[in-house]
């Protein structure tokens, strides 16, 4: 049974840093890894979906990687802002299955 | 933007009575997922749904819950008997392609009491 896990659990870095999350995932034959943003009380934001035959994708001051065989993703994030603020999840796909499997998330605060 | 939307936003209801929620996908995707997150806890998937009928469904997807697409557009989750310990946020999601990116809807937010 895959199983996802996100360190650390939670992290508070002062505007203008920036910042790497990191995600784990026990089993290696995964379709893709997509990371998320929630706000509290609100839906997930998607943020990027990174293929199995992807290493990398960016987006703006996000930059995923993916290291399939070992297991690992990380979320890079540059030059945070206080908007930044949000839950980060990470959730796989894959082993046949259709929906994602997520971890517990990352919560995020940068201090303005 | 196209956005997966969801009604209510929160329903609160009494154990044992029969609730449904409602989900309109993104209009062009063809796979349909209802997912739950009890507070505090992680994001689970419940259920799939391509071409008119379940793909997938994990454990906590037992006889007490179903799911339909009576319309072109709505694709509905039903609990039929609520329990306390179907309390969660309820979200739902839609993708292009079986592995394409899900996006997902606000959540509705169950309450049993």
């Known amino acids: 049974k895959q199983e996802v896990t996100q360190i650390p659990a939670a992290l508070s870095v002062p505007e203008g840093e920036n910042l790497v999350l990191n995600c784990s995932f026990t089993d290696s034959a995964i379709y893709n890894l997509q990371w998320f943003r929630q706000d509290p009380g609100k839906g997930l934001t998607s943020l990027l979906l990174?293929?199995?035959?992807?290493r990398e994708r960016t987006s703006g001051r996000l930059n995923a990687s993916l290291d399939k065989s070992s297991g690992r993703s990380t979320l890079y994030i540059a030059a945070s802002q206080p908007g930044d603020s949000a839950t980060y999840l990470c959730a796989v796909q894959g082993g046949g299955a259709d929906g994602l499997t997520f971890g517990k998330g990352t919560h995020l605060i940068i201090q303005p | 933007e196209p956005e997966v939307t969801q009604t209510p936003s929160h329903q609160v209801t009494q154990m044992g009575q029969e609730v449904i929620l409602r989900c309109v996908p993104i209009?062009?995707?063809?796979?349909f997922y209802w997912y739950r997150q009890i507070l505090g806890q992680k994001v689970e998937f419940l259920v799939s749904f391509y071409n008119n009928e379940i793909s997938e469904k994990s454990e906590i997807f037992d006889d007490q819950f179903s799911v339909e697409r009576p319309d072109g557009s709505n694709f509905t989750l039903k609990i039929r008997s609520t329990k306390l310990e179907d309390s969660a946020m309820y979200f739902c999601?839609?993708?292009?392609?079986?592995?394409?990116?899900?996006?997902f809807g606000p959540g509705t937010r169950l309450t049993v009491t």
């Open positions: 209009s062009n995707h063809l796979y």
């Open positions: 990174i293929q199995s035959s992807q």
């Open positions: 999601a839609s993708s292009f392609g079986l592995t394409r990116e899900q996006y």
